[in-house]
């Protein structure tokens, strides 16, 4: 399982960055152009992925993230896990939130 967390550039512009070491190297190819993220109620978020070399390997998630976001009230400094059905290359990822 993969623990990261959310960062906030503006009040509304939150971010999501896969680090591609690790976890995301296992499971996500660097050609993936389309994410579904799958939470802890079972809603589906279309999303985009675009991996990034620049100015480390990760992968900025986009698209639909957005109003996942919107919809599930997370704010900056939110920790999510995420996991994957399997060791390969994945077009859907698995998360929920992290309550203290």
Known sequence: MYIG?????S????TWELAYNGFCELILD???TALKLVDD???KW????IF????????????GFHRMI????LRDGCHVMVGAPGVGSNDTLYF???RY
């Open 41 to 43: 109620c079972g809603n």
């Open 11 to 14: 009040p509304l512009h939150i």
């Open 30 to 32: 660097r050609r993936t």
């Open 5 to 9: 967390s959310l960062a906030q550039l």
């Open 70 to 73: 919107l919809a599930r009230r």
């Open 96 to 98: 929920r939130i992290v």
């Open 46 to 49: 279309d999303c985009t992925l």
């Open 52 to 63: 990034d070399s620049r100015p480390y390997p990760h992968f900025p998630v986009g698209g």
